[in-house]
């Protein structure tokens, strides 16, 4: 594959440019070859077949668009296909400009446009807009000599670089207008600045090109498209110091029995056995998109999470929603079709968390999700949250997020703790007395912080948390604790110490997250707290269930 098929890359100043490689091959004493493409896809193709230079062909184009030959498809819609093919390839691409879309000053721009794009040179047609493809009708009316030598010359004098090129096709020989006017305009659009001549012929035998040639005697470059006289030798154009061969519109026409065959046989087999064989791998498809080089990107630019951990705390039976809890503990509580524990494993997996840890207790059989794995307090009828998580110390190991099972939130919630690089951090829902008073809610663990939350919140600094506490006075609570912490790897370490020492001082049992935060805090710990407005809640007992099951 090559470079820049599938990435973009600084300008590689030892490499020549796309248009000084196309006007070598123009200019080369041997006899070239250049292959049609439509799109990315078929350019892409062009190039690893071996082909040195691309025909963005207005025929095909216009038929992969779904529309005629007859400039239906707008400059600027044929602007966006080349710009995928240029993007898709490192080979020259030159463009059928057709009449270039206007006169001399449409041209000019147009040529501006492709230089951008890093098109490496436009074919011109000496008809009127919007044009006819050639081999339809006949007698087709020819642009006046002078116009189209005015256009040639806007073209010449407008690109930014040398190396472009603009090649001047003569339609003489097509309208019947004979071979001293072909030659006429040959002269005319060459001592305008053509830098080759394409000479179009839509006989069966190349007779007429053959003549063209050896009368022009090679006084610049020409270019032929041997499409409707395929059969004579390419040699035959060799020795008339033809310098470049066009093969105009044979991929889309591949391409167009192909989709024909692979559908009609799907179509009448309803299946897709006899076609699998035939068509192109996906790994074919892929490789072609460039998605190993997508894959080893990400790698180098995306912060990974996939090492972070998470423990999860799900111990709790959650007997205030009694027969409910009877066969699950709470966190397998049904919310829409899903257990509660698996909407945040979800919400972890995507997230890019994987590692996860679930302290399971009460009806620890209940929770039966695959992707996750389990650590049975034994002991979780008599003892707290800190318990479960030091069954888990194993685990807050390197980065580590900690989360109640019970608990529902927005995802946002998960990235915003995800991305801060403090040793630990809390979310803190500052909106926590809304709907308090129309439903008396579970006792809650209130915080106090540094800085109160504060919507034009101009200063960045920190907020920390200072104290978790259920009998706060409401009056200097600043918020609600949430239940979901990151730590660090060094936060990791000062909770595992702190599980350890309250196993020693035999407090372990009895505490909570919030006991233990206290305790972290007690000991010069500094959790950042991250300020939320609602968006989350915690199920303990059936009006929760309720609230949960209409959080959308
Ligand atoms: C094209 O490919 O669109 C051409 C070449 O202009 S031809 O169809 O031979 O005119
Ligand atoms: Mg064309």
Redesign the pocket.
């Known amino acids: 594959m090559p470079e820049n098929v599938t990435q973009l890359k600084q300008p590689q100043p030892e490499r020549m440019s796309k248009a000084a490689q196309f006007r070598q091959m123009l200019t080369s004493p041997d006899l070239e070859f250049i292959m049609?493409a439509h799109n990315g896809l078929s350019a892409k193709i062009v190039e690893e077949t071996g082909f040195k230079g691309i025909?963005a062909?207005?025929?095909?184009?216009?038929s992969a668009l779904g529309v005629r030959?007859s400039n239906e498809a707008s400059w600027t819609q044929v602007l966006e296909v080349l710009e995928f093919m240029s993007d898709a390839s490192s080979i020259p691409i030159m463009l059928?400009g057709?009449t270039g879309y206007g006169n001399f000053n449409n041209f000019r721009r147009l040529v501006r446009k492709l230089e951008q794009r890093d098109v490496a040179a436009v074919?011109i047609?000496d008809k009127l807009f919007p044009k006819t493809?050639?081999?339809l009708g006949s007698n087709q009316p020819l642009a006046d000599i002078d116009e189209f030598c005015g256009k040639i010359k806007a073209g010449k004098d407008s690109q930014q670089s040398g190396d472009f090129s603009v090649v001047a096709?003569i339609e003489a020989l097509i309208s019947g207008w004979g071979m001293d006017e072909a030659l006429r305009r040959a002269e005319a659009y060459h001592d305008a600045g053509a830098d080759a001549v394409l000479i179009?012929s839509?006989k069966s035998n190349a007779d007429e090109i053959l003549t063209f040639a050896k009368e022009w005697d090679n006084r610049c470059p020409v270019v032929i498209?041997p499409?409707?006289y395929a059969s004579t030798p390419t040699d035959r154009f060799r020795d008339e110091r033809i310098s470049l061969i066009?093969w105009?519109?044979h991929n889309l026409r591949a391409a167009i029995n192909a989709m024909r065959t692979t559908s009609k046989r799907i179509f009448e087999e309803e299946n897709l056995h006899s076609v699998e064989g035939r068509v192109a791998g996906l790994s074919d498809v892929f490789g072609l998109a460039g998605n190993k080089e997508l894959s080893d990107a990400e790698d180098r630019y995306l912060a990974s999470r996939s090492d972070i951990n998470a423990v999860v705390l799900g111990a709790s039976r959650g007997s205030a929603l009694r027969e409910l809890t009877e066969d699950k503990p709470k966190c397998m509580l049904d919310v829409r079709g899903q257990p509660l524990l698996r909407r945040l494993t979800r919400a972890l997996n995507d997230s890019g968390v994987q590692n996860i840890s679930v302290v399971t207790g009460y009806r620890s059989d209940a929770i039966d999700l695959s992707n996750i794995k389990k650590i049975n307090n034994d002991e979780y009828e008599t003892t707290g949250e800190a318990s479960s998580l030091a069954c888990a110390v194993d685990d807050l190991e390197g980065e580590c997020i900690i989360s109640y099972a019970d608990i529902l939130f927005r995802s946002y919630m998960l990235n915003l703790l995800l991305d801060t690089d403090a040793d630990m951090a809390v979310v803190v829902d500052a909106d926590w007395q809304n709907g308090r008073d129309s439903a008396p809610k579970h006792r809650a663990d209130l915080v106090r912080c540094s800085v109160p939350y504060s919507v034009d919140y101009a200063d960045e600094a920190p907020v920390l948390l200072e104290r978790v506490d259920a009998d706060l006075p409401a009056g200097e609570a600043h918020g609600e604790w949430v239940g979901l912490v990151k730590l660090s790897g060094k936060g990791s370490a000062l909770v595992r110490d702190e599980l350890k020492a309250m196993e020693r001082d035999g407090s372990l049992a009895d505490s909570g997250l919030p006991d233990l935060f206290n305790r972290l805090i007690a000991r010069g710990a500094k959790p950042a707290v991250l300020y939320i407005t609602g968006d989350w809640l915690d199920v303990n007992d059936a009006f929760d269930l309720a609230r949960a099951r209409n959080f959308t």
């Open positions: 049609e025909w062909s207005g025929l095909t184009i216009s030959d059928d057709d074919c047609e493809n050639s081999f096709r179009h839509k498209v499409t409707t066009i105009a519109n």
